[in-house]
């Protein structure tokens, strides 16, 4: 089972700044990675897949990065609504499972 | 627009069985596969099954393989997870989804709290 490591685990920053969140693959799972954000009490959505394709809806301050085993999910400016805890997701091993990372929490600083 | 409305949770003694339903409407139910995703209270989100858009290939994470079977019924748009032999570690939010790879549609949630 390949193994997704998020870091940090909780990531203080203030409104306007930049946040970066990083996903790391214990092998490589090409560009075979989305990222999630999930609001307490909400369903996760879905924002980037393919490693760096923004998915329907989600604004141009949200991209990723990054391929094989080291990912990463930038906000350039953080508005309010984007507090939340962020999830990566590999979707490259055959057959499944298709693992989560732990989740990095984006809090207002 | 693409809807996914989950039920059947609720509270149930270790050991037990229960089955969860996904209704789904506003696309093709039968041209996608889809998925069950699991949540334990204030933990991350936790893959438990997929199934393919046609029921030919179903996949199971380790944890729940031999006691959940995911299943489909495309005549009446509806994903289903029946689930056997429950412990108190499979309490949680289960999500249905769909997507092969990546989910691009989450319904809303239901609770198994699983407790004698």
């Known amino acids: 089972e390949i193994v997704m490591t998020q870091s940090p685990a909780t990531l203080s920053v203030s409104p306007g700044e930049r946040a970066t969140l990083s996903c790391r693959a214990s092998q490589s799972v090409s560009s075979n990675l989305a990222w999630y954000q999930q609001k307490p009490g909400q369903a996760p959505r879905l924002l980037i897949y393919?490693?760096?394709t923004r998915a329907t809806g989600i604004p141009a301050r949200f991209s990723g990065s990054g391929s094989g085993t080291e990912f990463t999910l930038t906000i350039s400016s953080l508005q309010s609504e984007d507090f939340a805890v962020y999830y990566c997701?590999?979707?490259?091993?055959?057959?499944?499972?298709?693992?989560f990372g732990q989740g990095t929490k984006v809090e207002i600083k | 627009q693409v809807q996914l409305v989950e039920s059947g949770g609720g509270v149930v003694q270790p050991g037990r069985s229960l089955r969860l339903s996904c209704a789904a409407s506003g696309f093709t139910f039968s041209s996608y596969g889809m998925h069950w995703v699991r949540q334990a209270p204030g933990k991350g989100l936790e893959w438990v099954a997929v199934?393919?858009?046609?029921?030919?290939?179903?996949y199971y994470a380790d944890s729940v393989k031999g006691r959940f079977t995911i299943s489909r019924d495309n005549s009446k748009n509806t994903l289903y997870l029946q689930m056997n032999s429950l412990r108190a570690e499979d309490t949680a939010v289960y999500y249905c989804a769909r997507g092969i790879s990546y989910l691009n549609h989450w319904g809303q949630g239901t609770l198994v709290t699983v407790s004698s």
């Open positions: 199934i393919w858009y046609d029921g030919s290939n179903k």
């Open positions: 997701q590999q979707y490259n091993n055959w057959p499944p499972p298709w693992t």
């Open positions: 393919g490693a760096s």
